[in-house]
């Protein structure tokens, strides 16, 4: 085996969704027989108030915390003071060669941005040690999308050439001209029920009230995602009875609920809820809606798609046929992809569905089987696994 280093901003026990992601990774390597050391911070993502110890052993795996200043990551300049300190101090660890020790893999994720900044200067100290980047969010195009960086800026331009010695050619990552070795790892659910789940009646009631098709946007929702179709979907169902609910966080939650008019009685917002009653807040709707604008394709995969289908339900994404979201629901037969040329087919295929339960219950299946075959948590780590040791051993 060998020793890996997972840098990210945020882990255990922080519960932003990302942070479970890498949790997952780091415990799931250990369990196959990694030595597994963490560098993070030791700021809560959404509690300021919260502040973790500087030492942890948590499943087998070290963690180590790093302090940061207490700054706001809802505002831009701030998020970019908590990137340069982070990178700062992600780079200088390189020189500690006495606790840590004989690093053979260094896994550096996108949070902060730009993280791999550090990249360049373990390298020079440790030009051993092999570098992995899990390319979460890809920069600067993200903040190109985005509106904070113009193309043709010269920042732009000397991220792009920064991004170049280390991102993949893949889709969006082919603009980057690297010869370096490139494998999908997609997200997986953070819930993972051993058969489709059935609906809990309880909180079907309480988020959507008495209807015969529930509609759930459930997670975040902010600059990348957009509602405006959902929205309009929702109003041409009003009359077929069907419910949609919003249990969301994030920064477009103003947007959103000013979107929503006195007349859209049927639309309704409910709590964002912890991880021990997701699988039943996931499984109290029929459908689950996500987005991600079409200038943001690319740059990011919305996690959401895998909570869905895990629970066996299908999706409708409102967001570019291109994305790779709107390619496996096509392809596997997850769902709909909602655009202006689809809203009226999705509309009546969507209205019809609880008149045909066999679909229905076919469609659930087909979701749940879909995500066991190719998104699980276990066959991604399955190819983590096989990925870091061929990385060690090239």
Not at 79 to 88: E, F
Not at 152 to 177: E, F
Not at 269 to 278: A, K, M, T
Request: aromatic share 10%.
């Amino acid at each position: 085996m060998g020793r890996v280093l997972v840098l990210y901003h945020y882990f255990h026990p922080d519960n932003v969704v990302s942070a479970i992601h890498y949790s997952h990774l780091a415990e799931d390597l250990r369990a196959r027989g990694w030595d597994v050391v963490v560098l993070t911070s030791n700021r809560s993502r959404h509690d300021r108030s919260i502040s973790y110890p500087p030492r942890e052993q948590w499943n087998g795996v070290d963690i180590r915390r790093m302090w940061r200043p207490n700054f706001s990551q809802e505002s831009g300049l701030w998020r970019l003071i908590t990137a340069k300190w982070m990178v700062l101090a992600w780079s200088l660890a390189a020189l500690r060669k006495r606790s840590l020790p004989n690093i053979d893999v260094m896994i550096v994720g996108t949070d902060p941005v730009m993280s791999i900044a550090c990249i360049p200067f373990w390298k020079l100290v440790r030009p051993r040690t092999k570098v992995v980047h899990w390319c979460f969010d890809l920069f600067p195009d993200i903040a190109i999308a985005d509106g904070m960086l113009k193309e043709s800026s010269p920042v732009a331009k000397i991220i792009k050439k920064v991004c170049a010695w280390i991102y993949r050619k893949r889709d969006r990552l082919k603009t980057y001209i690297t010869t370096a070795r490139h494998a999908t790892c997609t997200p997986w659910a953070v819930v993972e029920p051993p058969a489709p789940v059935s609906v809990d009646d309880t909180e079907r009631k309480a988020l959507f009230g008495d209807t015969n098709l529930a509609l759930i946007y459930s997670g975040n929702i902010g600059r990348a995602h957009h509602f405006d179709l959902i929205l309009e979907l929702a109003r041409r169902l009003r009359d077929t009875g069907a419910s949609m609910a919003f249990a969301v966080r994030g920064n477009g939650i103003p947007a959103l609920k000013q979107a929503v008019l006195d007349t859209d009685t049927h639309i309704r917002f409910g709590e964002f809820v912890s991880q021990d009653r997701l699988e039943k807040r996931l499984s109290a709707a029929d459908i689950h809606l996500l987005s991600l604008r079409p200038e943001w394709t690319g740059t990011l995969v919305p996690s959401k798609f895998f909570g869905a289908i895990a629970v066996g339900r299908p999706v409708i994404f409102l967001g570019s046929p291109k994305s790779g979201i709107a390619q496996w629901t096509e392809a596997y037969g997850l769902g709909w992809v909602l655009t202006p040329e689809t809203i009226d087919r999705v509309t009546r295929e969507v209205a019809q569905l609880p008149n045909d339960p066999a679909a229905a219950a076919a469609l659930r299946e087909r979701c749940f089987r879909t995500y066991h075959e190719h998104f699980s948590r276990k066959s991604v780590m399955d190819n983590w696994d096989r990925e870091l040791r061929a990385v060690v051993q090239s």
